[in-house]
């Protein structure tokens, strides 16, 4: 404790003794002009983890989230979730969901999702299309039901249009876990979003930052993602098999009353 | 009690979402609480002494980089996203509390149903019976709730 505010103290005088010591301009050369605010490399990098991403056939993925509501005066609070995905591709995946207050399983057999709610043993039952990220689009603009890391499956594929983005800019490496991972940074319309993909031939994201600047607190939502891509399940579980006592219930269109 | 969001005005609208709150964990925990962990664990999460001002939200993190934003995410949508149960009005159509007093009015929608409701099964599907009130589940979003209608026979 001694040693380290000696230590201390004596980088300030350091720091003192030096004037201009970090205010100092790079010499010429060394610092890049910011020409385009979109780096080409940046995009490729995301390019790269998208392509790669749609490689995979059989997986699975945990996310941790933390995210955020915002209070009419502006103060903000955190809430954690946290969400298990199990995919095959192109046509079955099911995720369980869970927080404080809420459990949900929700599962895709390449023709139906089934909501259920393991508390009140109620589901529902829709028909969707034969893809995964068909499905995704069709529960959400639909029902409103977002299926979680739905990123996951628009990356590499039209879904993700990497024009939109207005700005792209590599953050250098950081280290989440144990992986060593390449962070950039994009501006996208209201939102900005940061990104580490581990390092590497196959990039895959292992922690995701989303900023929304529609309000002025920007609430943010930070999920922290790990990998199987050698999961053990078997697809029976792609099937939603009503436990006993279980009630199908409807799930109502966003635009009915 | 047939009155639209647009015209609540604020002080009672606290006051429903405030009996909404405190009422929806209820509903989640009468076949065995919270389950945490996806894995069965069960927990019972207690919230009764949380802050009735926490439920004042304006607004929500996104979790997708990519969804379509066209729609308006805090008046059509559910919200925050799939882990999201904490904006106060879930769609535009009126969600009001179950307010043992209030003569319930057929299609309006409520997160819970009373203590004293039983759950009833006519033609294959499951109603909630609370004395001359008949409720039906639907999910709304990612959550369930209930229509008052009719009874069914």
Not at chain 1, 41 to 54: D, E, H, R, V
Request: a positive charge; aromatic letters at 8%.
């Amino acid at each position: 404790m001694m040693a380290r505010k000696k230590l201390v103290l004596g980088l300030l005088a350091l720091t003192l003794a030096a004037p201009g010591f970090g205010a100092e301009p790079a010499p010429a050369g060394t610092s890049r002009p910011v020409v385009n605010p979109v780096d080409p490399a940046s995009i490729a990098a995301l390019k790269k983890m998208g392509a790669n991403l749609q490689t995979l056939r059989r997986f699975e993925v945990r996310t941790d989230l933390s995210s955020e509501t915002v209070l009419e005066d502006g103060q903000k609070l955190q809430q954690s979730a946290s969400a298990e995905i199990q995919v095959q591709r192109p046509n079955k995946l099911r995720a369980l969901m869970w927080s404080a207050r809420a459990e949900r399983e929700l599962v895709y057999d390449g023709r139906t999702a089934t909501l259920y709610t393991p508390a009140l043993k109620y589901y529902a039952i829709t028909d969707v299309a034969d893809n995964i990220g068909a499905m995704i689009d069709q529960l959400e603009a639909k029902y409103g039901v977002q299926v979680p890391l739905s990123d996951l499956f628009a990356w590499g594929t039209d879904a993700a249009p990497l024009d939109q983005i207005q700005s792209a800019m590599n953050a250098g490496q950081d280290i989440i876990g144990k992986d060593l991972c390449d962070h950039y940074a994009f501006r996208q319309g209201q939102i900005d979003w940061q990104i580490w993909m581990t390092v590497g031939d196959a990039p895959l994201p292992r922690k995701l930052v989303i900023t929304n600047r529609a309000d002025e607190a920007r609430p943010q939502s930070v999920s922290h993602l790990v990998w199987n891509l050698k999961p053990t399940f078997k697809d029976a579980i792609f099937k939603f098999t009503p436990p006993k006592d279980a009630h199908p219930i409807g799930i109502r269109p966003l635009n009915s009353k | 009690m047939k009155r639209t969001f647009s015209q609540l005005s604020l002080a009672p609208l606290g006051a429903l979402l405030l009996f909404g709150f405190v009422l929806a964990p209820v509903a989640e925990a009468r076949d065995g609480g919270a389950r945490a962990g996806g894995g069965g664990r069960d927990v019972h999460v207690n919230n009764s002494n949380r802050d009735v001002r926490t439920n004042n939200v304006r607004n929500t993190s996104v979790n997708n980089v990519n969804v379509n934003r066209n729609v308006n995410v805090d008046v059509d949508r559910h919200g925050g996203g799939w882990n999201d149960n904490y904006h106060p009005v879930a769609t535009a159509a009126a969600v009001t509390a179950t307010v043992a007093v209030t003569a319930a009015v057929v299609g309006s929608v409520v997160r819970t149903v009373p203590a004293n409701c039983a759950p009833v099964n006519y033609n294959g599907v499951v109603y909630q019976q609370c004395g001359s009130t008949w409720y039906q589940p639907q999910y709304v979003g990612t959550q369930v709730q209930y229509v008052v209608i009719n009874p069914p026979y």
